[in-house]
């Protein structure tokens, strides 16, 4: 049995140097079939997820999914191919389909690959692979606890939307016709909870959830159950607003959106289409003097860490904004052509780009505010990339004299993003580590706040 056809047929991950010989397998056949330059991914995942609603299971999913994709550069023209089959026959096939394709595509002077001056050199060990051999059984369990915690909190806490826990594990490998070839294997684990609360007439439905590379990282099951129906009793009662103007408290887990629309508009995508609204901002203010953005793509056991983007460039630690002023774009290969300028080795997206700037957590941000909107729910998705216009359906808490007075719902925030980020008022302490952005929660001086 060959390499590729024992690798087929197994039950098991394969470790990562098998799927980087798939790929060295890929790339040769692109070679001889005549391809002017290749570059190929190949990955394999499983994982397993659970969803308990009011007790009983409702969901029960093994997973497993494999797939190697194929680009091809002939003469000017890039056309790619998939399969989910690792076999040595469909690899060939696979490779034959791209070339074919390749002859019906436009001749793009800006495609090919990273220049190989920028790939990785070496592939460093980040920690992201710890997986979690938890069993159905014991998985049922967690959620089932995580969603009676959360239903404990209160006696209006009526209904629930679920618990879920999910645990993944993949291995992932990009070579190219330059001779890169690296790969790393990656785990990453969650649990949350949906709940539904009743007072009279009105319902409110809130969540928490938990996610980390290594199972030991999360919050305990309890803990986010509780969260989250502490989060749903206090959203009952709700009420609307008048339209008025007053400054906005966005919380962690929904400021990082507006950290997604800037980055969005500083893509090399948005850029070179002139779709973005930051056109022409390298190097201008964009944000206060106080506001600090760096990407750290080599953290341990961070859910956005990689040792290379997708193409092979080497991921390194960088200021994107730096004192208010923008360091820099984000860009892969292609869009760095089509603007004449070099990769930052964010094809794909960015790497743990975390925004500082301040000391002050929340309760003292809404202290510091007095008076205003706290925003922490996001609905939505009125914002125009184009112009920076933004207006977002949203619910949270009104704050009188520094403190929390009562909750709101039904109602608009609107403004210009442009303005937005000018107008920051302060970067709270208290950062969000879920994901690939990482920010902590953001006050906004100023915004249109529409209710009835």
């Known amino acids: ?95 034959r389909a791209a070339l074919d394709i390749a002859r019906h595509t436009s001749v793009d002077p800006c495609a090919g690959l990273a220049d190989p001056e920028h790939l990785a050199a070496e592939v460093p060990d980040l920690d992201l692979y710890h997986p979690w051999d938890i069993t159905p059984e014991a998985a049922i369990e967690l959620a089932r606890e995580c969603e009676a915690a959360a239903l404990a909190v209160d006696s209006r806490l009526t209904n629930s939307d679920g618990a879920e826990l999910s645990t993944g594990e993949a291995v992932n490998a990009y070579g190219n016709s330059h001779g890169f070839v690296g790969g790393f294997a990656a ?159 964010n094809a794909g997206g960015v790497h743990n780009l975390t925004v500082s700037g301040g000391e002050r957590g929340l309760e003292a941000l809404i202290r510091d505010m007095h008076r205003g909107l706290l925003v922490t729910q996001l609905m939505g998705q009125g914002v125009n990339p184009v112009t920076g216009d933004y207006s977002r359906g949203a619910a949270g808490f009104w704050v009188e004299d520094g403190a929390i007075a009562y909750p709101v719902e039904e109602i608009t925030v609107a403004g210009n993003l442009r303005e937005m980020f000018r107008n920051l008022a302060a970067v709270g302490a208290d950062i969000d580590r879920r994901g690939n952005i990482r920010c902590g929660s953001l006050l906004v001086e100023g915004l249109t706040i529409a209710g009835e």
């Open 1 to 95: 049995m060959t390499e590729q056809s024992h690798l087929a047929a197994s039950r098991e991950l394969p470790p990562v140097g098998e799927i980087e010989g798939l790929v060295r397998f890929a790339l040769a056949e692109a070679k001889r079939a005549g391809a002017d330059a290749a570059e190929v991914s190949a990955s394999a995942s499983r994982g397993l997820a659970v969803k308990v609603r009011r007790g009983e299971v409702e969901t029960l999913e093994h997973m497993r999914d494999r797939g190697l994709g194929v680009t091809v550069y002939c003469d000017g023209r890039k056309a790619s191919a998939s399969s989910a089959d690792y076999s040595e026959a469909a690899i060939r096939e696979t490779v």
């Open 187 to 345: 785990s990453q684990h969650g649990l949350g909870c949906v709940v539904v609360g009743r007072e009279g007439e009105q319902m409110q439905r809130e969540h928490w959830f938990s996610a980390a590379r290594a199972a030991g990282d999360m919050e305990a099951a309890a803990d986010v159950g509780r969260e989250a129906g502490e989060r749903t009793a206090r959203r009952l009662g709700a009420r609307r607003l008048g339209t008025t103007s007053a400054p906005v408290l966005f919380a962690a887990p929904v400021a990082r959106s507006l950290i997604g629309h800037f980055v969005g508009a500083v893509s090399g995508g948005s850029l070179y289409r002139r779709a973005s609204f930051l056109v022409d901002s390298l190097g201008s203010r964009i944000f206060p003097e106080f506001v600090q953005m760096h990407e750290a793509p080599h953290l341990p056991r961070a859910l956005g860490s990689a040792p290379f983007d997708a193409e092979g460039v080497a991921t390194r630690p960088r200021a994107l904004v730096e004192d208010g002023v923008l360091q820099g774009y984000v860009l892969s290969s292609y869009s760095a052509r089509k603007l004449g300028m070099i990769t930052t080795g």
